[in-house]
């Protein structure tokens, strides 16, 4: 078994560089849209509407991915008091609960995401008429990446520990 240093260590997949490029990109985007507008209605009373709607959409992406991101390098947010006290039967029961509850809410998720994709692709966003549908697809996608986290955590038999895990 690998210590979360060794993990850490370990160079990344793929899939995982690729996500963190996009967040890269997404972030710079919204970036530049934001401030290009700030500086536009500070000095010259006006803006440009379209920049609003792209940074909206680059916002709702960059969380979605960045969400798988964090789950497949085990780096959200935990709360281990009741596991803590817990002998190892019982946490590992504890896993299981939890890890059905999750693949429930993101079956859930898709279902719904799912629905929206489809109603969104016959509406379209007011100013730059792309279907509301790309905006939707961001938790479709959200879900499904959480569900492979949530099958791979189940498969290795509990989670991935973050190499910056801090335990007090």
Not at 23 to 30: I, K, Y
């Amino acid at each position: 078994m690998t210590t979360p240093e060794q993990e850490a260590k370990k160079p990344k997949p793929r899939i995982q560089r690729m996500a963190e490029a996009l967040m890269v990109l997404a972030l710079a985007g919204m970036v530049i849209a934001v401030f290009v507008n700030v500086v536009l209605r500070y000095l010259f009373h006006t803006s440009i509407v379209s920049y609003e709607e792209i940074s909206r959409l680059l916002f709702v992406w960059l969380v979605a991915i960045g969400a798988i991101v964090a789950a497949f390098e085990g780096a959200h947010l935990g709360f281990d008091l009741l596991t803590s006290r817990v002998g190892p039967g019982a946490r590992k029961a504890l896993f299981w609960v939890s890890q059905f509850l999750i693949a429930a809410c993101m079956l859930l998720l898709l279902w719904g995401s799912w629905e929206q994709v489809v109603a969104g692709w016959s509406s379209y966003s007011t100013v730059l008429g792309y279907p509301l549908a790309l905006g939707a697809a961001a938790t479709l996608v959200l879900s499904v990446g959480m569900l492979v986290v949530v099958v791979r955590d189940a498969l290795r038999g509990g989670p991935t520990q973050s190499a910056d895990a801090v335990v007090e």
